[in-house]
């Protein structure tokens, strides 16, 4: 749970890294620091597609270099 919302998070980004513009050892520990809070990361991954049609979104995540899709569902608040 990140933050203490009781939600739970993921970054979808179609990098390799978070965030690009800054150097790696910085993002680098600006990931884990993230990580111990909670948030989940999917680098090198991109949304293909978005079901909306039921009570919950689902969302299609694909490597971004291409491959087998995963499944990641989401609620809208």
Excluded at 65 to 72: E, L, N, V
Aim: aromatic letters at 4%; zero cysteines; hydrophobic letters at 45%.
């Amino acid at each position: 749970m990140a933050g203490g919302s009781g939600a739970e998070v993921t970054v979808v980004e179609f990098l390799d890294r978070i965030p690009a513009r800054i150097d790696t050892e910085v993002a680098r520990q600006f990931q884990r620091m993230l990580e111990k809070q909670g948030i989940g990361f999917k680098l090198a991954s991109k949304v293909a597609a978005i079901d909306s049609t039921g009570a919950v979104l689902k969302a299609s995540v694909e490597p971004a270099a291409g491959g087998a899709a995963q499944k990641i569902e989401a609620d809208v608040r």
